[in-house]
């Protein structure tokens, strides 16, 4: 996959704020590394309009796929998915369902997790858990789809 790009979008008050240390986003920039995409990190405060402004500016390079660390619980600034939902054009809740089920009978704080997964024109866009724990767990579920998503939403030649 050496040919896609992707961007991590840290969302975090505290880590825009240099009063905390992201450590979810470059775990996410290792994994998709390993998948083989070329990746940037970029960090934005909590926030409806800071998510999606991150994600539209995001969008401008036409990566492949955009991740968000951070943001998908139930505490009042966890507001991810709502930024997102204002970007997206179609949903993916199988992704979403898969990274949530994942943790099911090993975490039960996985299924308090937000996060959506959809589409915007030919990029794939992931919310996951700011944890780093949560961003490997999701990954790892999710990983041997990434390829496949990446290559019908950018019109490749698949197998299928």
Known sequence: MDSYRGVVITVSDRVSQGQSEDRSGPTAVEILEELGFRCSLVVTPDGVAEVEEAIRL????????????GGTGMSPRDLTPEGTLRVVERLAPGIAEAMRSATFGTNPHGMLS???????????????????TGVTESLSVVRAALRHAVELLRSAETEH
Do not use: F, K, W
Request: aromatic letters at 0%.
């Open 114 to 132: 937000r996060g959506v997964c959809g589409m915007a024109g030919r990029t794939l866009i992931l919310n996951l858990p700011g944890s780093v």
């Open 58 to 69: 995001a969008l401008q390079s036409d990566p492949a796929i955009i991740v968000t660390t």
